[in-house]
T-cell receptor, first 114, second 109 residues
Framework: ETGVTQTPRHLVMGMTNKKSLKCEQH?????MYWYKQSAKKPLELMFV???????ENNSVPSRFSPECPNSSHLFLHLHTLQPEDSALYLC?????????????FGPGTRLTVT | GQNIDQPTEMTATEGAIVQINCTYQ??????LFWYQQHAGEAPTFLSY??LDGLEEKGRFSSFLSRSKGYSYLLLKELQMKDSASYLC??????????WGAGTKLIIKP
């Protein structure tokens, strides 16, 4: 238990569906992240929020839309996804401005796009 | 471009020692992290190196040489539960983490 929760843990959706992934951190951190993890590939940073402000958007397609209503919650809204978007989506949080800045990860949402 | 290299897979024997290497080429350097990830679970933080040398934490140690762009994770007295993927990540000049693809470690009895 890392203090970061994600729901749902598994999601199967068609290419025309709209769904949202939710992340909540209970660590009092000020930064939150969305990552995509595909088999045998490095973690891909998608979005970064510092103090609820989006600071990074690493050329992510517009079919992925993040939302950070407060420093404890992060959403990833999904619409008209493609089969190649099937992956494990990981949320993480960290305390920026400290010493080591290690990130704490949630268990992930396993997404399958059919 | 930025790059992190680590072996794809390694096999070791229970009770033995294994060293997982990581080399990096990044724009700037602000620390190197090692994470452990069991299959189907979240990555968990293992170690952080920002200065050259060895950091020891129980059975796990991590070494850094900034001049060589090189780190290793040393696991001693291997246990079956150490079977996992080990991820190397470097924080670049913009304080963004650049990740390796991970090393899958298989422990045999």
């Amino acid at each position: 238990e890392t203090g970061v929760t994600q729901t749902p843990r598994h999601l199967v959706m068609g290419m025309t569906n709209k769904k949202s992934l939710k992340c909540e951190q209970h660590l009092g951190h000020n930064a939150m992240y969305w990552y995509k993890q595909s088999a045998k590939k490095p973690l891909e940073l998608m979005f970064v929020y510092n103090f609820k402000e989006q600071t990074e958007n690493n050329s992510v397609p517009s079919r992925f839309s993040p939302e950070c209503p407060n420093s404890s919650h992060l959403f990833l809204h999904l619409h008209t996804l493609q089969p190649e978007d099937s992956a494990l989506y990981l949320c993480a949080s960290s305390q920026e401005g400290g010493t080591s800045h290690e990130q704490y990860f949630g268990p992930g949402t396993r997404l399958t796009v059919t | 471009g930025q790059n992190i290299d680590q072996p794809t897979e390694m096999t070791a024997t229970e009770g033995a020692i294994v060293q997982i290497n990581c080399t990096y080429q990044t724009s700037g350097f602000n620390g190197l992290f090692w994470y452990q990830q069991h299959a189907g679970e979240a990555p968990t933080f293992l170690s952080y190196n920002v200065l050259d040398g060895l950091e020891e934490k129980g059975r796990f140690s991590s070494f850094l040489s900034r001049s060589k762009g090189y780190s290793y994770l040393l696991l001693k007295e291997l246990q079956m539960k150490d079977s996992a993927s080990y991820l190397c990540a470097v924080r670049d000049e913009n304080y963004q983490l650049i990740w390796g693809a991970g090393t899958k470690l298989i422990i045999k009895p």
